[in-house]
C-alpha cells in the first residue's frame, strides 16, 4: 500500500490526464480518503517483523502458523541484529523486532522506541562440521585442538550474540588465544555457517537450530555446555501501524502453541 | 579509530593496484591492437566483474578458492596454507573484482594512439616488444595513470566481495570499509564515523589527481 | 643497391598489379588518383602490408617471396619512411625523435642544420609547423642511414611556400644519396619537378595513358599539368 501511495503522489499529473473529467472526482475523492486514512481497511491485515538471523526457519513455520490462525499476513526482513538495530533507529517501518540478545531490546526502550521487551526464545551455539570424521574425538576441545582442523568460522563475537557464547566457551576452556590463528570471522551466524557448510572451513560455530535444516543435517555437531544460553528478546515498536496485530502477534510467539516449533529448531 | 583496519585498506588498494598495472597492460595491448575469433566473448568475461554484484563475485570465488575448490585445492596442496580468509585471498579477489577497471582505460588510451605511429617504430626497427615499452606507453601516460587511480579507489572501496572471502581477521583481510560496517553494528558509531570520515580525504586528493592528469594529457 | 617489385594484391575496389624496379640514387615517383592503390605499394614495401602474391627483391636481398613464404618485417629492412604526418613521436622532442634510431648522433645535427631545424631542438612536435616537422621526420628517417627511402606525399599537408621550399631542398639532396627513392604524390608539377622516373598508378595498375591524358608539352621544354596550373607566385616581403 505503501508503494502504491508513492506511485500515486508521484505520477499523480499523468494519472489525472488519464481519466476523463467524469472520473476525476471518484478518483479524487478515492485517494484522499486512503492517503489520510492511517488506518485504511487493508493495513489491519499485515505486520511487518524484524528477525534475527539464526531465526529464519523457525520464524518461518511460527508465521505460516499464525497467518493460518488469525488471518493476518506477515512481512519478515532477516538480517543480523545490529544491522536491524540501527534500521530502527533511522526511522525503518517495522511493527515488531525479535532479536538475537536481550541487549538491544532493552535500549530501544531506554531511547524511547519501544513501550517494554519480552523473552520469546532461547538458543544454544553449538561447534557444526560438514564432515562428520569431526565429530569423532571425545570432546569438542579436543576435536579443535587437532593439528587438521585449519580454519574455525565464528560469527564476530563483538557482533553476533552467538559468536560472543561462543568466544565465552572458548575462553572458559582456556581456548580462546590458542585458537585465534585458526579463527575465521563471519559477520553473522548466518555466514559462520554458509563457510562451515561450503567446507570454506573445517568447521564453526553455529546457532542449534542451523543443525536441523537441510544443510546442517548433512553433518554433525557438538554440543557446548560451556556456552551460555542465548537469550532472545523482542519488542513492538511504538510507531507501529497494526498495534493489535502486532501485539496478536507476540502473544502467540510467547504461547505454548510455539513451543514445538521452536524445539524443533533448538530453541528453549 | 581502527588504524589497523585502513593500514589493511591501502595495502590492499596498493598492491591490488601495482599488480594490475603489470597484468592489464598486455591484456589492454590484446584488445586494442589485435583481431582474433572470439575476441568480443573474451571482452565482455574481461569485464564481467563490472556487471555482476560483488556479492556475486564473493560467493563464487568462495568456491573457487575454497579448500574444495579448483584454484583453492592447488594452493594447499602446493603450500600447504589456505588461499581464502588471508591477505593474499582477499588480494585475488580485489584483482578480480577490479580487473575491468584497470583494463579500460588504458585500452582507450592505447587505442588513441594512432597506427601510422606504431608503423613508423616498427620501420624505424624497434621489435613490437620495444614498441610497446617505449611508444605505446610513454603516450598513454595519462590513460594509464587515470587507471591506476581508478582501481585504487575502486579497491579501497571493497566491501561485498571482502565481506563474503575475507572473514574479517584483524590485521590480514579486515578492511576498513568492513570495519565501519562492523562499528555500526556494536552501536560504535564514532568510530565508524572517524573511519568513514578518513576516506573523504584520501578518495578527494585522489580524484584531484585525475583531474589532474586528464588535463595535462590535453596539451 | 637496386629495388625491384611484383605485387599483386585483391583490394576492396580494384586489384593493384604491378612490376617495377628502382636502382640506387634514382628517384621514382608514383603518381595517380587518390584511392588508387599508391599508400598501399609504399606499405608492401616496407614491410607493414603483405602482398597477395609476388617478390621484392632488395639488391640480393628477398624481402618478399609469396611463394616461398618469405615476408621480412619492416624492422629488418632498414628502411626510412616519411609519413604525411606523425611520424614523430609526441613524447619525445626533435633532437630525441631524429636521433631515435640514428646510426651516429653526431649526423642528427649536421641533418638539423642542413634542413634548417637547428634552433629547434628542443622543442616537441605540437609546438612547431607542419613543415619544421616534415623536415625532421626527414632527418629521422636519414639518420638511419636508409637502404631505401620511401615518401609518401610527404609535403601534401603543408601550404604551397613552405611546400615549393621543401621540394627544391629534397631535389638537392637526391643527387647526395645513395639509395634508391619512391616518392608518391598526387601533384604532378611536383612529380614532374623531382622524378628521374615517374610511374603512373591508377586502380592499381600502371596507367601510362593516364600520364599522357594529363599532361602537355608546351613549347619549350616543360612538360606542364592539363589540369589546374599552379599560380606563380610573387611575394612581397
Known amino acids: 500500500m505503501f508503494f502504491v501511495r508513492l506511485y500515486v503522489i508521484y505520477n499523480t499529473e499523468n494519472i489525472f490526464k488519464e481519466i476523463s473529467m467524469k472520473n476525476k472526482q471518484f478518483v479524487l475523492a478515492f485517494i484522499l480518503i486512503t492517503l489520510m486514512n492511517p488506518f485504511s481497511v487493508l493495513a489491519q491485515e499485515k505486520i511487518s517483523v524484524a528477525v534475527a538471523a539464526n531465526f529464519i526457519s523457525a520464524f518461518k513455520e511460527i508465521a505460516t502458523d499464525f497467518e493460518k490462525k488469525t488471518g493476518v499476513k506477515v512481512e519478515a526482513t532477516f538480517s543480523s541484529t545490529g544491522n536491524l538495530y540501527s534500521q530502527i533507529q533511522n526511522g525503518a517501518p517495522y511493527d515488531v523486532f525479535l532479536s538475537a540478545d536481550e541487549q538491544r531490546p532493552d535500549l530501544l526502550q531506554k531511547e524511547g522506541f519501544t513501550e517494554g521487551t519480552f523473552i520469546y526464545a532461547r538458543g544454544q551455539a553449538v561447534l557444526w562440521s560438514a564432515n562428520k570424521d569431526f565429530c569423532n574425538a571425545s570432546s569438542w576441545q579436543d576435536a579443535l585442538k587437532n593439528d587438521k582442523i585449519k580454519k574455525i568460522a565464528i560469527a564476530n563475537p563483538l557482533t553476533a550474540p552467538y559468536g560472543a557464547s561462543a568466544k565465552a566457551a572458548l575462553q572458559k576452556s582456556g581456548l580462546w588465544e590458542v585458537m585465534q590463528s585458526k579463527l575465521v570471522n563471519g559477520q553473522d551466524i548466518a555466514q559462520a555457517f554458509q563457510y562451515a557448510s561450503t567446507q570454506a572451513v573445517d568447521a564453526g560455530f553455529c546457532a542449534l537450530s542451523a543443525t536441523s535444516s537441510p544443510q546442517g543435517k548433512v553433518g554433525c555437531f557438538y554440543h557446548i555446555p560451556e556456552a551460555p544460553a542465548i537469550v532472545q528478546a523482542g519488542c513492538i515498536l511504538k510507531r507501529t501501524k497494526n498495534k493489535v496485530g502486532a501485539e496478536l502477534f507476540i502473544t502467540y510467539i510467547m504461547s505454548d502453541q510455539t513451543t514445538l516449533i521452536k524445539k524443533k529448531y533448538g530453541y528453549r | ?219 | 643497391m637496386t629495388l625491384s617489385a611484383t605485387l599483386k594484391k585483391r583490394l576492396k575496389y580494384f586489384d593493384l598489379e604491378l612490376s617495377f624496379t628502382c636502382p640506387t640514387g634514382r628517384m621514382m615517383v608514383m603518381i595517380g588518383p587518390s584511392g588508387g592503390g599508391k599508400t598501399t605499394v609504399i606499405r608492401m614495401l616496407a614491410g607493414l602490408a603483405k602482398p597477395d602474391d609476388g617478390r621484392i627483391i632488395f639488391g640480393d636481398e628477398v624481402w618478399f617471396d609469396a611463394g616461398q613464404c618469405i615476408h621480412i618485417p619492416p624492422q629488418k629492412r632498414r628502411l626510412g619512411y616519411v609519413f604525411q604526418d606523425y611520424t614523430l613521436f609526441p613524447n619525445l622532442n626533435l633532437y630525441d625523435n631524429a636521433a631515435f634510431a640514428a646510426i651516429d648522433k653526431k649526423e642528427v645535427d649536421v641533418l638539423f642544420e642542413l634542413f634548417k631545424i637547428d634552433h629547434l631542438k628542443k622543442r616537441r612536435p605540437h609546438m612547431v609547423s607542419g613543415g619544421e616537422r616534415q623536415r625532421c621526420a626527414i632527418c629521422q628517417a636519414l639518420a638511419r642511414h636508409p637502404r631505401l627511402l620511401l615518401l609518401d606525399e610527404p609535403f601534401s599537408a603543408l601550404d604551397v611556400i613552405t611546400r615549393r621550399g621543401l621540394r627544391e631542398e629534397l631535389k638537392n639532396l637526391k643527387g647526395k644519396l645513395s639509395c634508391p627513392v619512391i616518392y608518391v604524390t598526387h601533384d604532378i608539377n611536383e612529380a614532374l619537378f623531382l622524378a628521374d622516373e615517374i610511374l603512373p598508378v591508377v586502380d592499381g595498375k600502371n596507367d601510362d595513358g593516364w600520364l599522357q591524358r594529363t599532361i602537355t608539352r608546351e613549347p619549350g621544354s616543360q612538360a606542364v599539368s592539363k589540369g589546374a596550373r599552379e599560380p606563380r607566385l610573387s611575394l612581397v616581403y
Open chain 2, 1 to 219: 579509530m581502527d588504524y589497523l583496519a585502513l593500514y589493511v585498506t591501502i595495502k590492499l588498494a596498493l598492491v591490488t593496484t601495482a599488480v594490475l598495472m603489470v597484468i592489464a597492460a598486455p591484456i589492454a595491448y590484446l584488445l586494442a591492437y589485435k583481431h582474433f575469433p572470439g575476441k568480443s566473448f573474451v571482452e565482455a568475461l574481461i569485464y564481467l566483474p563490472m556487471a555482476l554484484p560483488p556479492t556475486v563475485i564473493g560467493f563464487y570465488l568462495i568456491i573457487l578458492m575454497g579448500p574444495r575448490g579448483w584454484v583453492g585445492g592447488i594452493w594447499e596442496s602446493l603450500t600447504g596454507g589456505s588461499l581464502l580468509f588471508t591477505f593474499l585471498g582477499i588480494t585475488v579477489a580485489s584483482i578480480i573484482y577490479s580487473i575491468p577497471f584497470a583494463v579500460q582505460p588504458m585500452k582507450a588510451a592505447f587505442q588513441k594512439i594512432d597506427r601510422r605511429l606504431l608503423d613508423a617504430a616498427y620501420i624505424l626497427g624497434l621489435s613490437k616488444r620495444a614498441t610497446f615499452m617505449r611508444v605505446i606507453i610513454p603516450n598513454s601516460v595519462s590513460g594509464i595513470a587515470a587507471s591506476a587511480v581508478l582501481v585504487f579507489l575502486h579497491s579501497i572501496g571493497a566491501f561485498g566481495v571482502l565481506l563474503m572471502v575475507g572473514g574479517s581477521i584483524p590485521g590480514q583481510t579486515k578492511v576498513a570499509s568492513i570495519a565501519i560496517y562492523e562499528a555500526v553494528e556494536m552501536m560504535d558509531y564514532s568510530a565508524a564515523g572517524f573511519l568513514a570520515l578518513s576516506f573523504i580525504p584520501i578518495s578527494y586528493a585522489f580524484l584531484l589527481l585525475v583531474n589532474r592528469l586528464n588535463e595535462d594529457s590535453r596539451i
